[in-house]
C-alpha cells in the first residue's frame, strides 16, 4: 500500500509540466513560494478533516529540518540556476541520475550491482526519451549549469534516502513546505520582479501545483520511502518524464515519437533488472 503511494507520488511529478504551462509566465521563485505554501495548507485541511488541532509544536528535530530544507528548497534552487546557465535537455539529462543514484542508496550491499546496473538502463531510456534518439554534446561553456544539475540530482537522491531515516509523522512535510516556501520567497524578492493580477489559467495552475507535484507529492513520496519498496520506487522514478511526455501528447502539445515506447521499453527492463533479487537453489544434503 505505502509503495502505491510513492508511485502516486511519480504520476504527480509526470503532471508537473502539463500544469506549469498555465503559470510558465510567472517568476519561477513567486511560484514556488506559491505552491509550497498551498502544500503547507494541505496540513491544516488533513487536521480540519481528522478533526486535529490546527495549531500544534512541529515534531522536526535539528538534523530532520536541515535535510529537509536542502533537499527540498535546494534542489527547486539548483534546477532554477541550471536552466539559467545551460540548456534544458542537457539538464534534464544529468538532474534524472537522481533514481539512479537513490537506487544505489538504498540497495543492500549485494544488491548494489543490481541496482547500479538497472539504473544506467533506465537512465538509457530517459536519454532516449529526452533527446529523441539524436543523442547530445557536451559543452564546455555551459560547465556552471552542469555543475547545479548535477547538484540537483545529489540533492534529491540524498534527501530522499536520508529522510527515511527519520519515522517521523507525516505532518512534518508540512511544516518543511512552510520554511521553504519563506525561503522561496526571500530568494523571490532578491532575484526576481513580482508579477500581480493572475488570470484564472494562472490562479488554477497554482493551487492544482501545490496540491499536487508540487506539494501533495511530497507528502506522498515520503510515506512511501519510509514504509514502501525502495528501490523498487527509485526504478519506477524514471518514468516521470514519460509520464510528462504522454501526458503533452495527450493535451496535444507535442508530437508523438516512436522515442517514448523505446524509453519505456528499458526503463520497465531497468527496473526488472534493479529489483532481481537472485536466489541459489537448494541444494540436498546425502547422508551417506
Request: net charge positive; hydrophobic share 55%; proline share 3%.
Amino acid at each position: 500500500m505505502s509503495t502505491s503511494f510513492g508511485v502516486l507520488a511519480i504520476f504527480l511529478w509526470g503532471a508537473l509540466a502539463l500544469l506549469g504551462n498555465l503559470t510558465k509566465s510567472l517568476p519561477a521563485f513567486q511560484l514556488l513560494f506559491m505552491c509550497f505554501f498551498v502544500s503547507f495548507l494541505l496540513l491544516f485541511i488533513k487536521r480540519l478533516v481528522s478533526k486535529q488541532p490546527l495549531l500544534t509544536q512541529p515534531t522536526l528535530g535539528k538534523a530532520q529540518t536541515i535535510i529537509g530544507i536542502t533537499g527540498l528548497f535546494g534542489f527547486h534552487f539548483c534546477y532554477f540556476m541550471a536552466l539559467k546557465y545551460a540548456p534544458l535537455i542537457e539538464v534534464s539529462l544529468i538532474v534524472y541520475l537522481w533514481p539512479l543514484l537513490l537506487g544505489v542508496f538504498v540497495a543492500q550491499s549485494e544488491h548494489k550491482i543490481n541496482a547500479i546496473l538497472g539504473g544506467l538502463v533506465g537512465f538509457i531510456g530517459i536519454v532516449f526519451l529526452i533527446s529523441d534518439g539524436s543523442g547530445f554534446a557536451v559543452n564546455s561553456q555551459y560547465f556552471l549549469g552542469y555543475l547545479f544539475a548535477a547538484s540537483c540530482a545529489l540533492l534529491w537522491s540524498s534527501y530522499s534516502w536520508l529522510m527515511t531515516r527519520f519515522d517521523n509523522h507525516v505532518d512534518d512535510i508540512g511544516w518543511l513546505s512552510l520554511y521553504v516556501a519563506i525561503l522561496a520567497l526571500l530568494a523571490h524578492i532578491f532575484f526576481e520582479q513580482t508579477v500581480t493580477g493572475f488570470s484564472l489559467s494562472q490562479a488554477v495552475g497554482i493551487l492544482l501545483l501545490g496540491l499536487g507535484p508540487v506539494g501533495g507529492a511530497f507528502y506522498l513520496w515520503d510515506i512511501a520511502l519510509k514504509r514502501g519498496n525502495k528501490t523498487l520506487l527509485a526504478s519506477l522514478s524514471f518514468l516521470t518524464p514519460l509520464l510528462s511526455t504522454l501526458l503533452l501528447v495527450l493535451a496535444q502539445q507535442i508530437h508523438f515519437s516512436w522515442s517514448i515506447l523505446i524509453a519505456l521499453a528499458f526503463v520497465f527492463t531497468g527496473a526488472a533488472i534493479s529489483n532481481y533479487k537472485y536466489r541459489p537453489k537448494a541444494v540436498n544434503a546425502r547422508h551417506l
